[in-house]
């Protein structure tokens, strides 16, 4: 019997689709032995009693790299850090026009939020040589400083820009809400320069929500440099107000640390 072309077409269609069908069928199969990808924990938070601001990066499988840890403490002193926070006393602020000065003061008891590790927000009250009181909220970012002084039952206001300086005193230029074209000065000591540093993190463990990680305080950290550190983190899932946070020196108690603000922890 001959075999017509249409005839072997037909007769072979049925097992090229089942090669096919075998081929895809496979497919999960071989892709489930791929590696799984690395884990990694980060986190962005504002940390309290004393203020604190962290960021870290934490990365599992990564060899040698296995992330880094962004950290300030705003009421520990570290000379020489480049970033500062206003210190806690009542601190006199003078303001120049047209070459007469202006005496007010800050007072002391500021409210301080961390933003970041290198950006403090603050605000408070002072008063005016002259009679008056006022509100003042600003921020500090490294050694920038920027405010916005508000006086008290009137319109006028002054908004200042301006750098502390490495001996903690600050200066710079203010306009007022009027127009006027002002200086203004605060002494030596005003602002204090806060323990900060970077750091790559040596070690990690991701298991579940939970993640630890160890790193060293540079050695140009005055009193601390060489410490070695241990964090542990939680991921409590959705919102900053489930996790937990907790650090100290490796080998002893952990203190766990409240967050305060920020993102919180992300273990994934």
Avoid: C
């Avoid at 939680?234 to 900053?240: E, L, P, R, S, T």
């Amino acid at each position: 019997m001959r075999f017509s072309r249409k005839m072997i077409y037909a007769a072979a269609t049925p097992l090229t689709l089942a090669g096919l069908l075998a081929t895809t069928a496979a497919t999960p199969a071989s892709a489930a032995v791929r590696p799984p990808l690395p884990r990694e924990a980060y986190g962005s938070m504002e940390l309290g009693s004393p203020l604190q601001y962290e960021t870290f990066l934490a990365l599992q499988g990564f060899g040698r790299n296995h992330g880094m840890v962004n950290y300030t403490n705003w009421t520990y002193a570290e000379p020489g850090s480049g970033v500062y926070a206003p210190k806690n006393a009542a601190l006199p602020l003078t303001f120049v026009y047209q070459g007469q000065q202006y005496g007010h003061t800050l007072n002391n008891g500021l409210k301080l939020i961390a933003r970041s590790p290198d950006r403090l927000a603050f605000s408070g009250t002072g008063a005016y040589s002259g009679g008056g009181t006022w509100k003042i909220a600003g921020h500090i970012k490294d050694a920038r400083l920027t405010a916005t002084i508000a006086y008290d039952a009137q319109t006028y206001k002054v908004f200042l820009a301006g750098k502390v300086a490495a001996d903690g005193s600050a200066s710079g230029t203010a306009t007022s809400s009027t127009g006027q074209a002002l200086t203004f000065s605060m002494p030596a000591g005003s602002f204090v320069s806060v323990l900060h540093y970077v750091a790559p993190i040596k070690a990690d463990q991701i298991k579940g929500r939970d993640a630890t990680f160890r790193f060293t305080i540079p050695a140009k950290v005055a009193g601390l440099g060489g410490t070695k550190v241990t964090v542990k983190v939680h991921d409590g899932g959705w919102g900053a107000r489930h996790d937990r946070y907790a650090h100290g020196v490796t080998g002893t108690r952990l203190q766990p640390y409240p967050i305060i603000g920020g993102r919180g922890v992300t273990v994934r």
